[in-house]
């Protein structure tokens, strides 16, 4: 009796080890490099690919020509805004005056806070990041204040199935969607100029 226990504990075991192998096994990622337009670009592509939630950790400072003053971006939001139930939160570091800030901050179905210390509480300094519905995409940059050229990695975690998709992306992003939200709790409310 004791034999059957143990053989099928240990393929018990397997099974989940295999399952959490697989899942992750089908993330998709992608790196590559990026400058102000492409930013921009892969923003609005996100948007199109979410159907619920968006959640943006940046610096948010003030750039010409950066992502948060392009008039398409914000253009794409109010659009996706359209969508039923649709939502976005931001967390900047900076309380600089952008125009995402000013066209966007009194929509509803977004949140824009700052942490107004000009860097994260917790976590590593230079990556920033969106993430879209819980997981499903994600665009992931390193770079230090200002830079205009990043290092970025792309996940795609929706070739996970069902049953491995929490694993796969606690794996990939647990990490700076629970920093997210810490940040976001202790950040505050941003209002525009």
Request: charged residues 25%; hydrophobic residues 40%.
């Amino acid at each position: 009796m004791i034999i059957y226990l143990v053989v099928a504990a240990c393929v018990l075991w397997a099974l989940i080890y295999t399952r959490n192998m697989v899942a992750v096994g089908d993330v998709r990622r992608t790196v590559t490099t990026n400058d102000d337009e492409k930013a921009a670009q892969q923003f609005i592509k996100l948007l199109g690919l979410a159907e619920h939630t968006v959640i943006v950790y940046d610096d948010g400072n003030s750039m010409q020509g950066g992502m948060y003053e392009d008039c398409q971006v914000i253009e794409a939001v109010r659009e996706k805004l359209k969508s039923p139930g649709f939502s976005i939160r931001c967390c900047f570091n900076f309380n600089d005056d952008l125009a995402f800030t000013r066209e966007l901050a009194h929509e509803n179905g977004v949140e824009i806070r700052t942490i107004g210390r000009g860097r994260r509480t917790t976590g590593t300094d230079d990556v920033h990041y969106k993430i879209v519905d819980g997981g499903t995409h994600a665009y992931l940059s390193k770079h230090a204040v200002g830079s205009r050229d990043r290092m970025v990695k792309i996940v795609d975690c929706t070739g996970v199935s069902k049953w491995g998709f929490k694993h796969a992306v606690k794996r990939e992003l647990g990490f700076y969607m629970d920093e997210f939200e810490r940040n976001f709790r202790a950040a505050t409310p941003s209002s525009p100029a």
